[in-house]
Every structure is written in structure tokens, then in C-alpha cells.
């Protein structure tokens, strides 16, 4: 697994959607995930991390499922 931009990433789940918009959608879904914010407690993470690590995005698909 490669490391991935915020943005490609919110263009996976919410692809439909304009760029800004899946990016705002993204991000109301993963803060509305407890689960997700305290496993990334564990890692590295900031509010506006511009890439995500294979880490994080493992953490990210087990919370979120698979795009």
C-alpha cells in the first residue's frame, strides 16, 4: 500500500462529489468515527495531514471499509 493524499483519498469514498466537497465529507466522517480518532492517537496524525501512511490508512479501512 502506497502512501495517498487526503484528497485521493476523499475521492475514493466520495468520488461523486466535488473535490472541496469530498474533502469536507471526508473529514466529517472519519471525526465522527471515536473509534478512528483514538487509534490515530497512536500515530502520527494532524488535522491537516496532507498524506496519509500506510499505517493510517490501514487504520483508516478497518474503521471505514474499503473504498
Known amino acids: 500500500m502506497k502512501p495517498i493524499t ?3 483519498l476523499a475521492n475514493l469514498y ?3 462529489y466535488s473535490a472541496v ?3 469536507k465529507q471526508m473529514l466529517r466522517l472519519m471525526q465522527a468515527n471515536p473509534t ?3 487509534e490515530f492517537a497512536g500515530v502520527p ?3 491537516r ?3 496519509f501512511t500506510p499505517r493510517q490508512l490501514e487504520i483508516i479501512y478497518e474503521q ?3 473504498p
Do not use: D, K, P, V
Request: proline share 0%.
Open 49 to 51: 495531514t496532507f498524506r
Open 45 to 47: 496524525y494532524r488535522h
Open 6 to 8: 487526503f484528497s485521493e
Open 14 to 16: 466520495f468520488g461523486e
Open 64 to 66: 471505514l471499509g474499503e
Open 36 to 38: 478512528l480518532m483514538a
Open 21 to 23: 466537497w469530498a474533502r
